[in-house]
């Protein structure tokens, strides 16, 4: 399985972007799938996670309320719908499908990872 992220980009302070993910195979829509970010200098963390059938999303305490992650018609492919951006979300963007169907987000239960998108965000 093989998966692109995309749509990262520059914005200022209170914008907004949407990054999508699509993997090689629609055998992912039988995961669940989520993304990871990576500041300079820091570890990857959690974001967000979605099951295989769109629920049971989970956000990071830091996104919750700003961020919404959701699956495409066709399953294999994930969104996530960014607002009210801070200086503090400039990262690189990291889509991931779990082992399994349900949402984690714990690192260890995502065995396929993306390349990742840079998104930075100025004050």
């Known amino acids: 399985v093989q998966l692109q992220a995309s749509g990262g980009g520059s914005v200022q302070a209170g914008g907004s972007l949407r990054l999508s993910c699509a993997a090689s195979t629609r055998a992912v829509s039988n995961n669940g799938m989520g993304w990871f970010r990576q500041a300079p200098g820091k570890e990857r963390d959690f974001v967000a996670s979605v099951a295989w059938n769109g629920g049971g999303t989970l956000y990071a305490d830091s996104v919750e309320g700003r961020f919404k992650i959701s699956r495409g018609y066709a399953a294999s492919t994930m969104y996530l719908e960014m607002s009210a951006l801070t200086p503090e979300d400039t990262a690189i963007y990291y889509c991931?499908?779990?082992?399994?169907?349900?949402?984690?987000?714990?690192?260890?239960?995502?065995?396929?990872w993306g390349q990742g998108t840079q998104v930075t965000v100025s004050s």
């Open positions: 991931a499908a779990t082992r399994g169907a349900w949402s984690s987000t714990s690192r260890s239960n995502y065995n396929y």
